[in-house]
């Protein structure tokens, strides 16, 4: 029963390197080819992921983001990109505003860009388990204290979170009012974070004596109990990865040079 | 008959993102001059049920009324007013760089006037013995000391019920007696004293009423001397009576006419029987 | 023959910065596989004690000492605390906010990482320790997850793994609901018979007395008792003048005006007290 | 009474404290934003574990901390995109650990020098930032709309992401600023230097 874990789908069953390098492939292929259907190939791929992961209640709040990047994006560069022209185009009109066919293409480079990746890196990255991803760093060479470091921040906000909500309904029960005017909550943060900055500081003193004893300092070279299971899908995906990233990095060189034609239906 | 103070009426709780309910129909009445002590495992409702007192929770269904009011739409603030919250762990609670501004700050909240605020802060130092240390920064204090302030800064606004969860936890001898002599005086004035406790022997000696909870579910509710001798409820609540009532229950083999709960009251009863057999 | 695992020679300890002395020149001596509680009210300096015993007070944290401390033959003012960690294990009072890892099982491999135990070893070993301390059925949970009672046993058995044979419990069980509390005492009980010495702080008096053999009484400071459980706990004229109580049956044994006869002497526990008054069983029906 | 002496601040605890600090940081950090909403207050205050930690352990362990929670939010959130702005966290950490090493981080004045700093540095880095990976905007509304009204009169897009930050991180750092100092100046003496000892006064 050592080491039991969640392998029932690909994408839970990949090492975090395979999901690394796949996510660079990514980056670079949304940066550089620029394509209008690859990106929303990404989109599309992306949102079947995280409902077939079961996903979709923390994604909610990443669409908050992506609403509010649409309305803001073609809100503002649609009516006034640095790239539009006088007597460029109008495409259409909403409240006596002109939105410029050139403003609006502004707007898909960079909304076509930002939002595939958001969709892509959310499924990729919130499969990864952060003790898997620990022991990557640590087979890279990042040193055993950083990664400690990283791996201790996700338990700490974890209790800190207990805590304060310990802490908000003790001093509620003192008549604190957290839900008043807006100069009202602002006075409830005080009494509602100092306890928590306090505890964790006393609790810090403790805490780095404990490590103490556990051997944190000890000078032997310390070892990984953590073993990231080989997969057959690993490999392919991680090379899949590589080749996207290069492949997109040379087709832009290419069209740079002019030796070759940009694909069809090329974002500006 | 004295007056009600607390009353639920079929109390449901169903935490958001649990399935399980927290409190299945709780049916309560506390009075005035009850001390009240809740008792039963982790996760058997106790804090979920207290909660209700002063608002933290709301009910899933069900009422809950203070002093004969329904509870429904008051705020935490208005019933923390009238019912006193002490917290299992005192740094929680404290914020302040010295104890008697820690004393001030409930009624600060509950905008006391200066004169009354003073009246009620000298009554708790005088009480609970703060004098020397209102000066001292209150994260500085040893842990019974804290958890002595906590409960004055409680106090201090006057709550005529008072909630206590887990008093004697992490407490010593010292702070054990500091505790007794405030119920005590809280009894004394008409007030309410509730409190949730795992420390059986603590509870035996200094509670008037006893509520066994299990499972969101009251298994029993009755003065300590009747709870500590039923063995099929003890059991299915997995708490041990005191070992002084262990012990008499051994020696009397179930034909008790009295039940022992403190080592005080085993010494009589046992020194009278000597002296009636001789 | 006792063999001695832990000399404390005239010891005394004072925090950096601070006139107050908080050890004031202890001796006493613990044996191998012996079970020991220590009781006294705060501020009596059971931390402090602790803490000094593995060598984090003075050699880690700072503070000024005088004396000294032998742990398994070597003198702590020598070797400055390293290699304390082999013989003696601590587990502290909060175990909630010392958990580093995502699961019970990185938790429990933590130290044997920072040792930098081989693979196979931490594998065999994090086995041994669950199971030791009842968690091989939650491997995947995480630490935050875990009942009160739970997480002091997975403390422990983070310990444990590191296969010490002396392991402190500092009021491991003063936060615990009685479900709770019994785990972490029935653990320890099953840890001192299979040769572990124990040392453990708790305010839990009865449960002291019916679990530890040796109790060292400590106020302000000063070692005020060590001697057997039952010398101690009968001692209530001196427990009481330090602030800690006896068990309930000790004190009901000594509250009665005639004394009775029993095997052991005065009862600490309960099984003793049924023995020892069983002169009064039934007394009382024959009266009626 | 005669007794030897470890110092303290020699300890060896020191790596173990920065070990363990910045990770605190990161909570305060994420908890604060979690209180704000709560509150519903209309800014983030995510930065004050940032400003703390400097504050105790000295500007390095500050930035390491901002930076390092944009890192782990964004992984907690599933928006990896806003990690790129982990340079702008940076800078909170590392002009408060300087001033409080410095001494200045006493007063209400010195409070209000940081965050002016502190404020001109998330512009200067988070707008270049902004610029190249979303062309100017970012998903925060409240910013969007500055630079939507420094733009229309005039402003180009590149000066009015700058611009349009100083206010809205005036606010939102200063404030934060504000009550990690108030937090700061009620933690007791000994909870202020954690140099490896246990009480220090």
């Not at chain 2, 009620?120 to 002595?148: A, C, F, G, N, W």
């Not at chain 3, 002091?152 to 402190?168: E, F, K, Y």
């Not at chain 4, 709560?38 to 500050?62: E, F, N, Q, R």
Request: proline share 3%.
């Amino acid at each position: 029963m050592l080491q039991e874990r969640d392998y029932s789908t690909v994408l839970r069953s990949l090492s975090p390197a395979a999901k690394l390098w796949l996510a660079m492939g990514l980056i670079f292929s949304l940066i550089f080819l620029k394509n209008t259907y690859y990106a929303f190939a990404v989109i599309a791929i992306s949102i079947v992921t995280i409902i077939r992961e079961k996903q979709t209640g923390l994604f909610k709040l990443l669409m908050v983001t992506i609403v509010i990047l649409f309305i803001s994006m073609y809100g503002i560069y649609g009516t006034m990109a640095p790239n539009i022209m006088e007597g460029d185009p109008v495409a259409f009109r909403i409240f006596n505003l002109n939105f410029y066919t050139t403003g609006i293409a502004y707007a898909n480079r960079y909304y076509l860009r930002v939002v595939p990746l958001m969709c892509a890196l959310f499924t990729i990255f919130l499969s990864i388990d952060i003790t898997d991803l620990s022991v990557t760093m640590c087979k890279a060479g990042i040193p055993y204290k950083y990664v400690f470091t990283f791996v201790d921040s996700f338990q700490v906000i974890t209790l800190l979170r207990k805590e304060m909500e310990q802490i908000r309904d003790a001093q509620r029960a003192r008549g604190l009012n957290t839900e008043g005017n807006l100069i009202q909550r602002f006075k409830a943060f005080v009494p509602i974070i100092v306890p928590v900055v306090a505890n964790s500081i006393i609790k810090i003193q403790d805490q780095a004596i404990a490590m103490e004893t556990k051997g944190f300092n000890s000078e032997c070279k310390k070892t990984l109990y953590r073993e990231i299971p080989a997969y057959k899908w690993n490999v392919p995906v991680a090379a899949f990865g590589i080749a996207l990233a290069v492949f997109s990095i040379t087709y832009r060189i290419l069209v740079a040079l002019k030796v070759i034609e940009p694909f069809i239906s090329n974002i500006i | 008959m004295s007056e009600t103070v607390i009353r639920t009426e079929n109390l449901v709780h169903v935490y958001p993102r649990g399935e399980v309910k927290a409190l299945k129909g709780v049916n309560l009445e506390i009075k005035k001059d009850d001390v009240v002590s809740i008792i039963g495992q982790n996760g058997s409702g106790k804090t979920t049920l207290v909660r209700h007192f002063n608002g933290l929770l709301k009910p899933t269904s069900g009422k809950v009324y203070l002093f004969d009011e329904d509870t429904e739409g008051q705020s935490v603030a208005e019933m923390s007013r009238r019912c006193g919250y002490v917290f299992q762990n005192p740094n929680h609670q404290i914020f302040t760089t010295k104890v008697i501004e820690e004393l001030e700050v409930g009624p600060r909240n509950f905008n006391f006037t200066a004169a009354e605020m003073k009246e009620s802060i000298e009554r708790v130092v005088e009480l609970m013995d703060l004098k020397d240390i209102l000066e001292q920064h209150p994260m500085t204090l040893d842990y019974t000391t804290k958890k002595i302030v906590t409960i004055a800064s409680v106090l201090a606004f006057k709550p005529e019920v008072l909630i206590l969860d887990e008093p004697t936890g992490g407490l010593d001898e010292v702070g054990r007696q500091m505790l007794t002599r405030i119920i005590n005086m809280m009894h004394d004035e008409g007030h309410t004293v509730i409190m949730i406790s795992h420390d059986m022997d603590y509870v035996a000696e200094n509670s008037s009423r006893v509520i066994v909870m299990c499972q969101g579910e009251v298994l029993d509710d009755n003065v300590p001397e009747k709870i500590f001798l039923n063995s099929e409820v003890l059991e299915k609540a997995q708490v041990e009576p005191p070992q002084i009532t262990q012990l008499d229950l051994f020696l009397s083999a179930g034909k008790n006419e009295e039940t022992i709960l403190s080592v005080e009251k085993f010494i009589n009863k046992y020194n009278a029987k000597r002296g009636g057999n001789n | 023959m006792a063999n001695p695992i832990i000399e404390v020679k005239n010891y005394s300890y004072k925090y950096d910065g601070s006139d107050v002395i908080v050890l004031k020149d202890l001796s006493f001596t613990i044996n191998e596989g012996d079970f020991v509680g220590i009781v006294g009210c705060n501020k009596a300096g059971k931390s402090t004690l602790c803490k000094s015993l593995v060598g984090i007070l003075p050699f880690v944290a700072g503070g000024s000492w005088s004396g000294e401390i032998i742990v398994d033959g070597k003198s702590l003012n020598e070797t400055r605390g390293s290699g304390v960690t082999d013989v003696i294990g601590i587990v502290f009072q909060d175990a909630e906010s010392q958990f580093t890892q995502q699961t019970v099982e990185d938790e429990i491999a933590f130290a044997m990482c920072n040792f930098g135990y081989s693979r196979e070893l931490m594998i065999e070993r994090v086995k041994f320790a669950a199971e030791a301390c009842g968690l091989s059925s939650m491997y995947d949970r995480s630490p935050y997850h875990l009942s009160g009672g739970q997480q002091q046993r997975l403390a422990v058995a983070s310990i444990l793994a590191l296969q010490p044979r002396v392991i402190i419990l500092d009021e491991s069980t003063s936060q615990l609901d009685p479900i709770g509390r019994d785990e972490v005492f029935r653990l320890v009980r099953e840890l001192h018979r299979q040769g572990k010495t124990i040392i453990m702080v708790d305010h839990n008096i009865e449960m002291l007395a019916e679990y530890a053999d040796k109790i060292l009484v400590l106020h302000e400071g000063e070692l005020v008792a060590y001697d057997e459980s039952h010398k101690v706990f009968t001692n209530k004229e001196l427990l009481n003048r330090h602030s800690v109580r006896v068990p309930q049956v000790t004190d009901a044994a000594l509250g009665l005006k005639e004394t009775y006869t029993g095997n052991s002497g005065t009862p600490i526990t309960l099984k003793e007290a049924e023995e020892y008054f069983a002169g009064l069983k039934g007394r009382g029906d024959q009266h009626e | 009474m005669n007794m030897n002496t470890v110092d303290s601040a020699k300890g060896r605890l020191k790596g173990t404290y920065i070990a363990i600090m910045i990770p605190i940081g990161v909570a305060i950090n994420y908890i604060g934003g979690i209180i704000a909403s709560s509150l519903s207050l209309p800014i983030y205050l995510d930065s004050i574990g940032t400003v703390i930690v400097a504050a105790i352990m000295g500007p390095w362990v500050g930035a390491a901390s901002g930076a390092l929670y944009n890192i782990v939010s964004s992984l907690i959130s599933g928006n990896i995109m806003a990690s790129m702005f982990a340079i702008c966290n940076i800078g909170s950490g590392l002009i408060v650990g300087y001033m409080a090493r410095k001494n200045h981080f006493k007063s209400i004045t010195d409070v209000i020098v940081a965050t002016v700093l502190v404020a001109l540095w998330n512009a200067i880095t988070g707008a270049p930032i902004a610029m190249v990976v979303y062309g100017g905007i970012d998903g925060n509304a409240g910013t969007n709309l500055m630079i939507a009204g420094l733009n229309a009169i005039g402003t180009d897009l590149a000066n009015a992401a700058f611009l349009a930050r100083i206010p809205v991180n005036l606010v939102d750092k200063g404030i934060a600023s504000v009550i990690a100092w108030i937090v700061y100046k009620r933690l007791p003496d000994h909870l202020k230097t954690l140099n490896g000892s246990t009480i220090e006064k």
